[in-house]
């Protein structure tokens, strides 16, 4: 099927962006085989002392003391248990804020609006030490309230767009039926939004996730100060690297699995409109439907 955007490409060009994108792959792969190489390096010091390169053994054998993973894994769990009250918190406020945002009432419409706007348009790290200097509520309770706020804005967002870009009829038939305006968007909309912008969502919590980072320098011992700040100050700056490079990893198989989760959400939760019905095919009967000539045949039948 030809795209009406641009022609489809001939045989010239498909084999011209295959050697770019293969003459891409070796010059990417080269790039980082020489960055592995010149970091491997021992490099000397300004008094003349010589230090080891950075994949050598004795920068790596820290990491045989188990009370290292001990601590990074209180420091991930930390991280975990910020990110999940924090996502809890923001789906709420995010509920609440689209319900807001998308009032036919003026006086609950615009206020929201103003909110929603201040809260986007603040930093969260700012908003985290605001709330820490200002409420004394704690590194913790600081981390979370701002990460919950922020995204909670986010999600309220992507939630009031899902709403309008649902089709007026769903709206019309929640209100035809004798659903109030409240019912109909509480029962009938706002459930399809919600399935609609779900991977949005997801990929917002993601991001929630690796902003928990920030709550490092409010104190709390989350995984980047666990691995960072505790564990490299304690072994000294000749770990740092090694610190970094697990700490990275750590928050890239998070990252990374979060994200394969928002990516089967979407594709099991997409429209349906890929499943096209041919010409020749008969489109799918619901069970649970009844044929209205059909019963009223079986009622004559029957006599009534």
């Known amino acids: 099927m030809s795209s009406v955007l641009y022609d489809a490409p001939g045989p010239k060009s498909r084999a011209r962006s295959r050697m770019l994108s293969i003459v891409g792959a070796i010059v990417i792969a080269g790039g980082l085989a020489a960055l592995i190489v010149v ?8 008094n003349g002392a010589v230090q080891p390169g950075l994949w050598d053994v004795s920068r790596w054998d820290v990491f045989g003391d188990l009370l290292v993973w001990r601590t990074l894994g209180l420091g991930a769990l930390a991280t975990l248990r910020m990110a999940a009250v924090a ?8 509920v609440l804020f689209s319900f807001g945002r998308a009032s036919d009432t003026a006086w609950i419409r615009v206020p929201t609006t103003v909110i929603l706007e201040f809260f986007r348009g603040m930093p969260v790290l700012l908003m985290m030490l605001f709330i820490l200097l200002v ?17 909670g804005a986010i999600i309220g967002e992507a939630l009031r767009a899902g709403i309008n870009a649902l089709p007026r009829g769903q709206r019309e038939a929640g209100l035809a039926i004798g659903l109030t305006p409240v019912a109909t968007r509480f029962r009938i909309e706002f459930p399809q939004a919600f399935r609609q912008m779900l991977p ?14 920030l709550a490092f320098v409010v104190g709390y011992n989350e ?3 666990s691995g960072l ?15 970094f490079f697990i700490v990275l990893a750590i928050y890239l198989t998070m990252n990374l699995s979060l994200s394969w989760v ?11 409109a890929g499943k ?12 649970n439907l009844v044929d209205p000539r059909a019963l009223g045949a079986q009622s004559r039948s029957q006599g009534v």
């Open 87 to 94: 996502a809890t918190f923001a789906l709420i406020l995010g």
């Open 276 to 287: 096209l019905i041919k010409p020749d095919e008969t489109p799918p009967v619901d069970p």
């Open 200 to 213: 949005i969502i997801i990929a917002q919590l993601v991001v929630l996730l690796k902003d928990t980072s």
């Open 262 to 272: 928002a990516r089967r959400i979407a594709k099991h939760t997409g429209p349906q």
């Open 223 to 225: 995984l980047l100060r």
């Open 135 to 151: 409420f004394g509520t704690g590194s913790f309770w600081a981390g979370v309230a701002a990460l919950s706020v922020y995204n």
């Open 229 to 243: 700040n505790n564990l490299g100050g304690f072994f000294g700056n000749q770990y740092q690297f090694s610190f």
């Open 39 to 46: 970091l491997g390096l021992p490099k000397a010091s300004a």
